[in-house]
């Protein structure tokens, strides 16, 4: 069974460029979460969704942030107009449910750096 | 604001010691406390989970003891091995989004 995918492993781009990060969560899994970590940091919350509600978007730390998910599966992370502190590791998870009975899983990570 | 405090920031062990890494909360409403293991490049995998009823639960090497009154909890890895070096992160939920101490870069010399 595969895991939680994401794409790119690694991106680098100029600041003020927008960028798409993607995540593909487990088969099945209702719930996903956007989570951030900067360079020797905890992790972060961004947003997160649970099937067709409205996503949670009290992480976001900024306007410049937006996500969405597709089908109830696939989410993309778009982050505009890029700066230097938006360097980092963005994490996507998924659960069955939204839930703190179910583990959350994570994928391995989008590593942004903004030159 | 909710926050979970972890320390120390890093821990070095020798093989077979047992390192102890702690955490403290400040939500009560916080009923879910997991900790993730973490190796360079990867990301966070589940490593072993508590509720607040119990006062300890062990996975194989891998301990949590869990204090509800003084709103902490550790994770004890017994009979470390270098194969343990990681980064470890505790973390708590109250039903919601996960929120992350800061981390423990863990060190097990050979």
């Known amino acids: 069974g595969a895991g939680v995918s994401q794409s790119p492993s690694n991106k680098v781009t100029e600041k003020g460029k927008d960028v798409e990060l993607r995540c593909d969560p487990i088969s099945g899994h209702t719930a996903l979460y956007w989570y951030r970590q900067s360079l020797g940091q905890g992790l972060e919350f961004l947003i997160y969704f649970q099937g067709n509600s409205a996503p949670d978007k009290s992480g976001l730390p900024s306007d410049r942030f937006s996500a969405e998910r597709t089908g109830g599966s696939v989410s993309t992370l778009t982050i505009q107009r890029t700066q230097q502190e938006d360097s980092a590791v963005y994490l996507c998870?998924?659960?069955?449910?939204?839930?703190?009975?179910?583990?959350?899983?994570f994928g391995d990570g989008t590593r942004l750096s903004i030159l | 604001q909710q926050q979970v405090k972890q320390s120390p920031q890093s821990l070095i062990v020798q093989k077979g010691g047992i390192p102890i890494i702690n955490c403290a909360y400040e939500n009560t409403a916080f009923d879910y406390f997991p900790w993730y293991q973490q190796f360079p490049g990867k990301g966070p995998a589940l490593l072993i989970a508590i509720r607040p009823d119990v006062s300890e639960k062990k996975e194989g090497r891998f301990t949590i003891s869990f204090n509800k009154s003084a709103k902490q909890f550790s994770l004890h890895i017994m009979d470390s091995q270098p194969g343990d070096s990681a980064t470890y992160f505790c973390a708590a939920s109250g039903g919601n989004m996960l929120t992350f101490g800061g981390g423990t870069r863990l060190m097990v010399k050979p």
């Open positions: 998870a998924s659960s069955l449910l939204h839930d703190s009975n179910q583990p959350q899983h």
